[in-house]
């Protein structure tokens, strides 16, 4: 919360940074599921940052071990930002 509210104040210049998030929630609470995760993708995104992969959404009430979902996910991402890094680096 408080690199959320900061952010939100100071709106920072994020443009040379790439993200992804994993966000973890509990579909039984649907209105609400992953809500941390997405306000802070929308955030992200309106600072400039570069979403990588889609947010992985996990269900805690379906998927007992997170880690074992997010692993998979990550080592993508990891693929994706270096595959992009070394692109833009090209363009220099």
């Known amino acids: 919360m408080p690199l959320y509210d900061r952010w939100s104040l100071d709106r920072p210049d994020l ?11 509990d579909q ?6 992953c ?3 997405r306000k802070m993708e929308a955030l992200l995104k309106s600072l400039g940052c570069h979403h990588v992969e ?6 805690a009430a379906t998927q ?3 880690d074992d ?12 930002v270096r595959s992009e890094h070394l692109t833009e ?3 220099q």
């Open 54 to 59: 889609p947010t992985l959404e996990v269900d």
């Open 28 to 33: 039984t609470y649907h209105r609400t599921f």
């Open 35 to 37: 809500w941390a995760g």
């Open 64 to 66: 007992v071990f997170a």
């Open 69 to 80: 979902v997010a692993v998979g996910w990550l080592e993508d991402w990891l693929d994706r």
């Open 15 to 25: 443009s040379g940074l790439f993200f992804g998030i994993v966000a973890l929630g």
């Open 89 to 91: 680096r090209g363009r």
